[in-house]
Structure formats: structure tokens, C-alpha cells
């Protein structure tokens, strides 16, 4: 019995000592192992907030110094993706000013709408300078003959309005030069791509069928300076520089600047035209063509990139007779418009920069046009 208690006692002093030294390692281990997390996690949140900082002071240097270096150039610091990322971020800023704008416009419609006999006046156009009143504007039938539209430019316009009629009607769905990039209902825009010299000149076409609305409304509200700045959001003023006719004038227009790129102005001619229908089953043809011209009265300056354009909008009119003795409404009209854009922006502006662009306002631009054409004749006698 005494030989089996000491043997006991031999053996207790020794586990005791090992469950010591195994708690006390573990202890001893535990503590090293937490420590060896929290100091990982504490590398990555100091690279974190380095990371932060190097671009926070990147932009406020490019914001600091505003100069050539970081603005569009042949010598621009800012590489492709940086001035995509700055002018996405631009527009998405000026399309909430519009959107706050557009909210104060709806809600002061009824003040600021305009009479009907103002609208219900055909060829309608005012200036600052111009002495007579809507309610002494021209007649369909003046509008109509180009022989009574004479002034310098008037082969030149001839030759467009024939161009536009020849080639920007031609249906370029089956082509394989045109990608069609957006599509979004009747709304239909195709661009070939074109570069000369480096710079973008890619061809725009955009089909679209608005209800209730005419060709003759939608050429004249597109046409019309006075209800330019209710439509037209990219612009930030313009003036007109001369009127040649009653129905041509020359247009000088400085557009919003979008940083990082530079600003843009252009100096156009506009004209509005009546085709009329060679067949009787084919409808009369309204249009309005702009393009870039010169003028003493508006040379190029420093301050602007003059980008050169050729634009046109063409609209006809389809007509859904009524049941029986029905008064043809605006129920029973449709417009369809094509809209062709030859945009020359100059500058250095990216390719893929522009391309984004073009992509992205110019259908926004159509709706936006359209829509404000639909509220305006809403209510009021038909313009065919």
C-alpha cells in the first residue's frame, strides 16, 4: 500500500507540470496568433487610406490647375479612361440641372405657355431686330417656293436640301457600313464610323415615327430661334448673325463645356424647306438642314474649338383617315423623321470619348426634342 501511494506522488508533481507548461504555451500562442491578424488587417486599412489620399490629391492638382496639361489637348496629362470618366461625370451632372429645370417648367406651364395664334402661324420666325409680328409671318404657299428663297447662299442650299433628299432618306438598316447602336421603341440610330486625321467624323442617322404630330410642327419648332433654349440643353447662348430670307438664316451658337474637354462653337446656316410629292400616294416632305458656313461677323476665336456640321431634319406626315365623317385629329396623324448628323468636332478629343458621347445624347436629344414638340401642339389646330 505504501509503495503504490508513493508511486502516485511520483507521478502527480509531473502531469501537473505538463498541464502548466501546456496551458501556459497555449496562452503564450493564442496571444500571437490574434496579434499577427490585427497587424495584417492594419497593413491593408494603412494601403487603403494611402491609396485614398494619392487620388484625392490627384484631383486637386488636375482641379488646381485647370491648364492645358489636364484638359484636352495634343499634350494632355489625362489619359483615355481618366477624360471618359471626368466627361460621363460632367453630363451626369448637367442632366440633373435639367432635370431640376425641366421640374420648375412643369410647374409654371401655365405661365409660360405660348397662345395659339402664335403657334397657328405658319413659317413663323422672329428676331430681335425684325419689325413685324407673328400675326404678319408667312404663308404656307411662300414657304413652299425656293424661287422667292434668293440670297448668296442659295445654291448652297439647294444642293444640300437635293443631297439630303437623295441620300439621307435611304434606307441603311441592310448596310453593313452602319452598326445600329441604339434601339429603344420606334427609335432607331445608326453610326458608321469615319476617322480622318485622327479625328472622329462618324456619320449619324436616327429614324423615328412620333403620333400626333406633323412634319411641318416638328421642322418648325426645330427651326424657330425663339423656342430654341426651351428644347435645346447643350447650348449656353447663341445669336442670329444674319437673316438672309424669310426662311434662311445664319446661326452663331456656343455650347456648354463638358471638362475636361474644351469648348465648342460653330457658325451654320439654317434653312427651312416644303418638298413637295412627286406622287400623290407619297407624302410632302418637310425639312430643315444645317450646315457650317463663314461669316465676317463671327470669325473663329481662342476661346472655342469651331466644330463644322452638316445636319438635317426630315419629317413626313402619315394620315390614318377617321371613321366615316370624322374630322381628321391628331389621333389619326403620325410623323416620321429622319435625322441625319455629319459632326466634325475638331480638337483632340478621344475617339472612343466622342463615340460614347454621340451614343449617349443623341438619342436623349431626339426624345427630348420630340416630347417637347407633342406638349406644345397638344390642344391646338393641326399644321400640316
Known amino acids: 500500500m505504501t509503495t503504490r501511494t508513493s508511486r502516485c506522488s511520483l507521478w502527480k508533481p509531473s502531469l501537473q507540470r505538463g498541464t502548466e507548461l501546456l496551458k501556459y504555451q497555449t496562452q503564450r500562442w493564442i496571444p500571437l496568433q490574434t496579434g499577427s491578424l490585427f497587424f495584417t488587417e492594419l497593413e491593408k486599412r494603412r494601403r ?24 484636352e489637348g495634343p499634350n494632355s496629362l489625362i489619359n483615355e479612361d481618366e477624360f471618359f470618366d471626368a466627361v460621363e461625370a460632367a453630363l451626369d451632372r448637367q442632366d440633373k440641372i435639367e432635370e431640376q429645370c425641366q421640374s420648375e417648367k412643369t410647374r409654371n406651364t401655365s405661365s409660360s405657355s405660348v397662345s395659339l395664334d402664335a403657334y397657328s402661324a405658319i413659317g413663323t420666325h422672329r428676331f430681335a431686330n425684325k419689325l413685324h409680328s ?28 437635293q443631297n439630303h433628299m437623295t441620300y439621307s432618306l435611304q434606307d441603311v438598316g441592310g448596310d ?27 456619320p449619324l442617322k436616327a429614324t423615328h415615327s412620333v403620333k400626333g404630330v406633323t412634319g411641318h410642327e416638328v421642322c418648325h419648332y426645330f427651326w424657330d430661334t425663339d423656342v430654341r433654349m426651351d428644347w435645346e440643353t447643350t447650348i449656353e447662348n447663341f445669336n442670329v448673325v444674319e437673316k438672309l430670307s424669310e426662311n434662311a438664316i445664319i446661326v452663331y451658337q456656343t455650347h456648354k463645356r463638358v471638362w475636361p474637354a474644351s469648348q465648342r462653337d460653330v457658325l451654320y446656316l439654317s434653312a427651312i424647306r416644303k418638298i413637295m410629292a412627286t406622287n400623290e400616294n407619297d407624302p410632302d416632305t418637310w425639312l430643315v438642314c444645317n450646315f457650317s458656313v463663314d461669316h465676317n461677323n463671327a470669325p473663329p476665336t ?24 370624322k374630322e381628321i385629329s391628331r389621333d389619326n396623324i403620325l410623323c416620321k423623321i429622319t435625322y441625319v448628323a455629319n459632326v466634325n468636332p475638331g480638337g483632340w478629343a478621344p475617339a472612343s470619348v466622342l463615340r460614347a458621347v454621340a451614343k449617349r445624347e443623341y438619342p436623349k436629344f431626339l426624345k427630348r426634342f420630340t416630347s417637347y414638340v407633342q406638349e406644345k401642339t397638344a390642344g391646338k389646330p393641326i399644321l400640316f
Open 134 to 161: 407673328h400675326s404678319s409671318s408667312l404663308s404656307s404657299t411662300e414657304l413652299v417656293s425656293a424661287l422667292d428663297d434668293i440670297h448668296r447662299f442659295s445654291t448652297q442650299v439647294e444642293e444640300m436640301v
Open 302 to 325: 481662342n476661346r472655342c474649338v469651331r466644330a463644322k456640321i452638316n445636319v438635317a431634319m426630315i419629317c413626313q406626315t402619315l394620315v390614318s383617315p377617321p371613321e366615316g365623317d
Open 48 to 71: 487603403v487610406e494611402d491609396a485614398y489620399k494619392s487620388a484625392v490629391h490627384e484631383l486637386k492638382k488636375k482641379s488646381h490647375y485647370g491648364g492645358p496639361d489636364y484638359e
Open 176 to 202: 453593313a457600313n452602319w452598326q445600329l447602336v441604339i434601339e429603344e421603341g420606334e427609335m432607331k440610330v445608326y453610326r458608321r464610323e469615319v476617322e480622318e486625321n485622327g479625328i472622329v467624323l462618324d
